[in-house]
């Protein structure tokens, strides 16, 4: 494999989640996660994941990511069942989750020395290359503790991207930033994504961040988690989160939001 | 530069301080002998060769034990981290034993090992082994289990998390546990030296009870002095440089 292998971006996959079920057992009794949720994901699409906490959009995300296994129903990308996790569809967290005792270059090639057949050299070429994505090939000697909010983000970003992924999951990756440097990311990202285009699974409870980056935003409801409207984004890119357009969806995804929420609230 | 000066300041008032009281007299030359006279014993002890000795001979039990303390308290301390049934057994143990003074081993190392090198050894492995397991255990309970879904995504599996994800993340734990199992074995090879003699080596210990059998303060302070010296000396080699990297790696104490 060569570098220019290793840093040109493969096919975008489909995914396909077929009546997936899903409960966790905690000391106050059976929790139902998710209860027949079916969804299809286009390649290259960015798909957002909406709803109050509790509605199980992150253990969606954990499904396909192939951390967890569901109870019934199949979960598949490009028609072959996740079984387990794999470098094609990676993962970001709200945290950073950067390994504090490895450098900003040594946590993005974490992932590549997993790759068979790259020699250290590609590797760390491989890495700079995603680093310099993300802007940040400067701090690539930086201790992680070093790093700002955002920056850390951003080197996650890097990390993800780095095993040449055909899926992004991401579960709120900018909830814990500062709405200026959460715009800056959101720009960021939209970019990126022109770019590489990898199919996005982006999990937010923020309604203006789903809409101003997604092609389609599912809305989930709580208790048990189940997908209830769908909206598509029908917006030129790059979006800007301050638009009237982007406000003119958000508050009709919003009035959505709040119709089920007291629906809920009705029938607890 | 200053704060060796503040340093050299420091002893050299202690010193004085020292002389100053030997000067007046106020207890018997014999209880408190004068700064130059236990300099002068370790002058003489270093010229014959018999402080080197007995160093040599103490650090080679202190070091041999602490390894395999090393070599056993860790390994351990992972498995009483990964299996609830280990912890509940084992772990449970090494908390009880970790607890115990470890000069307690000495009479039952005696009787066990009579008065040999095995005796030294069992007594200071002991001291170490307990507090690596806990540190260990305590420092992969520890690890954020964020680290080990993120490794999981990236393609990392069991052995290959152990060794690159888990270990690493308890690190700063297992470098204190690896501190305080030191100081433990380093205090009960002590006290094994001081109640134990055996033919096949003078170690420190026996040196400071020699000393106090025949009286000669001056020895007992001089080795003393040593051993702090030694504890410093360890403390500054065998720790420091790795506690520096993880502060400066994890960013933690910017001191």
């Given at each position: 494999?060569?570098?220019?292998?290793?840093?040109t971006?493969?096919?975008p996959a489909?995914?396909?989640i077929?009546?997936?079920?899903?409960?966790?057992?905690?000391?106050?009794?059976?929790?139902?996660?998710?209860?027949?949720?079916?969804?299809?994901?286009?390649?290259?699409e960015?798909?957002?994941?909406?709803?109050p906490?509790?509605?199980g959009k992150?253990t969606?995300?954990?499904?396909?990511?192939?951390?967890?296994?569901?109870?019934?129903g199949?979960?598949?990308?490009d028609?072959?069942?996740v079984?387990?996790?794999?470098?094609?569809?990676?993962?970001?967290f709200?945290?950073?989750?950067?390994?504090?005792?490895?450098?900003?270059?040594g946590n993005?090639?974490?992932?590549?020395?997993?790759?068979?057949g790259?020699k250290?050299?590609?590797?760390?070429?491989?890495?700079?290359?995603?680093?310099?994505?993300?802007?940040?090939?400067k701090?690539?000697?930086?201790?992680?503790?070093?790093?700002?909010?955002?920056?850390?983000?951003?080197v996650?970003?890097?990390?993800?991207?780095?095993?040449n992924?055909?899926?992004?999951?991401m579960?709120?990756?900018?909830?814990?930033?500062?709405?200026?440097t959460?715009?800056q990311?959101?720009?960021d990202?939209?970019?990126?994504w022109?770019q590489?285009h990898?199919?996005?699974?982006?999990v937010?409870?923020n309604?203006?961040?789903?809409?101003?980056l997604?092609?389609?935003?599912?809305?989930?409801?709580?208790?048990?988690?189940?997908?209830?409207?769908?909206?598509?984004?029908?917006?030129?890119?790059?979006?800007?989160?301050?638009?009237v357009?982007?406000?003119?969806?958000?508050?009709?995804i919003?009035?959505?939001?709040k119709?089920?929420?007291?629906?809920?609230?009705?029938?607890p | 530069?200053?704060?060796?000066?503040?340093?050299?300041?420091?002893?050299?008032?202690?010193i004085?301080?020292?002389?100053?009281?030997?000067?007046?007299?106020?207890?018997?030359?014999?209880?408190?002998?004068s700064?130059?006279?236990?300099?002068?014993?370790?002058?003489?002890?270093?010229?014959d060769?018999?402080?080197?000795?007995?160093?040599?001979?103490?650090?080679?039990?202190?070091?041999?034990?602490?390894?395999?303390?090393?070599?056993?308290?860790?390994?351990?301390?992972?498995?009483?981290?990964?299996?609830r049934?280990?912890?509940?057994?084992?772990?449970?143990?090494?908390?009880?034993?970790?607890g115990?003074?470890?000069v307690?081993?000495?009479?039952?190392?005696?009787?066990?090992?009579?008065?040999?090198?095995?005796?030294?050894?069992?007594?200071v492995?002991?001291?170490?082994?307990?507090?690596?397991?806990?540190?260990?255990?305590?420092g992969?309970r520890?690890v954020?289990?964020?680290?080990?879904?993120?490794?999981?995504?990236?393609?990392?599996?069991?052995l290959?998390?152990?060794?690159?994800?888990i270990?690493?993340?308890?690190?700063?734990?297992?470098v204190?546990?690896?501190?305080?199992?030191?100081?433990?074995?380093?205090?009960s090879?002590?006290?094994?030296?001081i109640?134990?003699?055996?033919?096949t080596?003078?170690?420190?210990?026996h040196?400071?009870?020699y000393?106090?059998?025949l009286?000669?303060?001056?020895?007992?302070?001089?080795?003393?002095?040593?051993?702090?010296?030694?504890?410093?000396?360890?403390?500054k080699?065998l720790?420091?440089?790795?506690?520096k990297?993880?502060?400066?790696?994890?960013?933690?104490?910017?001191?």
């Amino acid at each position: 494999m060569t570098i220019q292998e290793e840093t040109t971006a493969l096919a975008p996959a489909k995914l396909a989640i077929d009546r997936v079920s899903k409960s966790f057992t905690t000391g106050r009794g059976t929790l139902q996660a998710l209860e027949q949720v079916s969804l299809k994901v286009a390649e290259g699409e960015f798909v957002c994941l909406l709803g109050p906490s509790g509605c199980g959009k992150s253990t969606l995300l954990n499904l396909v990511a192939g951390l967890e296994m569901p109870d019934t129903g199949s979960v598949t990308a490009d028609g072959r069942a996740v079984r387990h996790p794999g470098r094609e569809r990676m993962m970001m967290f709200q945290e950073s989750a950067l390994f504090p005792w490895l450098d900003t270059i040594g946590n993005v090639m974490f992932a590549l020395k997993l790759k068979p057949g790259l020699k250290r050299a590609e590797r760390h070429e491989a890495a700079r290359y995603y680093l310099k994505l993300v802007g940040l090939e400067k701090f690539m000697h930086s201790n992680i503790h070093e790093l700002s909010g955002g920056m850390k983000q951003r080197v996650a970003l890097a990390r993800a991207l780095a095993p040449n992924p055909r899926v992004l999951l991401m579960d709120e990756p900018f909830a814990a930033l500062d709405a200026m440097t959460r715009e800056q990311l959101y720009g960021d990202l939209q970019r990126i994504w022109e770019q590489r285009h990898v199919t996005i699974l982006f999990v937010t409870h923020n309604v203006r961040e789903a809409v101003s980056l997604g092609d389609r935003v599912v809305l989930f409801s709580p208790h048990p988690g189940r997908i209830c409207e769908e909206f598509k984004i029908n917006l030129p890119r790059p979006r800007d989160i301050n638009s009237v357009d982007v406000a003119g969806y958000a508050t009709r995804i919003t009035k959505a939001l709040k119709g089920m929420l007291q629906a809920e609230g009705a029938t607890p | 530069m200053k704060r060796y000066l503040t340093i050299f300041c420091f002893f050299a008032l202690l010193i004085t301080a020292w002389q100053w009281a030997y000067a007046q007299k106020f207890w018997s030359p014999v209880l408190v002998p004068s700064p130059e006279s236990v300099g002068r014993y370790l002058w003489e002890a270093a010229l014959d060769g018999s402080l080197a000795e007995a160093t040599l001979v103490t650090l080679k039990r202190l070091l041999a034990g602490y390894f395999i303390g090393i070599c056993v308290g860790l390994p351990v301390g992972l498995l009483t981290a990964r299996f609830r049934f280990l912890q509940d057994t084992l772990g449970l143990l090494a908390l009880g034993l970790q607890g115990l003074p470890s000069v307690c081993w000495v009479p039952l190392a005696l009787l066990w090992f009579g008065q040999t090198e095995a005796a030294m050894l069992f007594v200071v492995v002991m001291g170490t082994v307990w507090s690596v397991v806990l540190a260990t255990e305590t420092g992969v309970r520890n690890v954020n289990p964020l680290y080990v879904r993120a490794a999981r995504t990236m393609g990392s599996r069991w052995l290959h998390i152990w060794l690159y994800v888990i270990m690493p993340a308890s690190l700063p734990f297992i470098v204190s546990g690896m501190k305080q199992g030191w100081a433990f074995a380093w205090r009960s090879l002590m006290a094994a030296e001081i109640f134990v003699t055996i033919l096949t080596g003078f170690g420190l210990g026996h040196l400071l009870h020699y000393g106090r059998e025949l009286h000669a303060m001056e020895q007992v302070i001089g080795i003393m002095f040593v051993l702090v010296l030694l504890g410093l000396l360890a403390d500054k080699l065998l720790f420091s440089p790795w506690e520096k990297w993880l502060h400066h790696r994890w960013g933690t104490n910017k001191a």
